[in-house]
């Protein structure tokens, strides 16, 4: 049975940094693409990044490029996002998702992704 827990959401200022977690079990995150989505009040899902399979090629929406860095490590079979000059924009549940089925690629669609977390509330103020 497959399971993604977050952890590290929370309350921050603007301009302030969190990290994202995402414990695994019941497949290994090293074998499947990993995705961060986000979704605001009112709001549709949206993409914020993925990581490739193995090599760990990464991908980004243009609102996370150059704040947000998504990592994974294979030991703690773990994925992060580490969310660094928060805007109040950003405020949203996160959730992280695998395609599993040992898929290579992330993409930005969430239909794509068969197993997901079940969130932590990112709240940042202005």
């Known amino acids: 049975q497959v399971q993604l827990v977050e952890s590290g959401g929370g309350l921050v200022q603007a301009g302030g940094s969190l990290r994202l977690a995402c414990a695994a079990s019941?497949?290994?995150?090293?074998?499947?693409?990993m995705g961060w989505f986000r979704q605001a009040p009112g709001k549709e899902r949206e993409f914020v990044t993925g990581i490739n399979r193995g090599g760990g090629t990464t991908y980004y929406a243009t609102s996370a490029q150059g704040r947000f860095t998504t990592s994974r490590d294979n030991a703690k079979n773990t994925v992060y996002l580490q969310m660094n000059n928060l805007k109040p924009e950003d405020t949203a549940v996160y959730s992280c998702a695998t395609p599993g089925a040992g898929t290579a690629y992330a993409t930005g669609r969430a239909s794509d992704y068969a197993y997901w977390g079940q969130g932590t509330q990112v709240t940042v103020s202005s």
């Open positions: 019941g497949l290994f995150v090293s074998n499947h693409a």
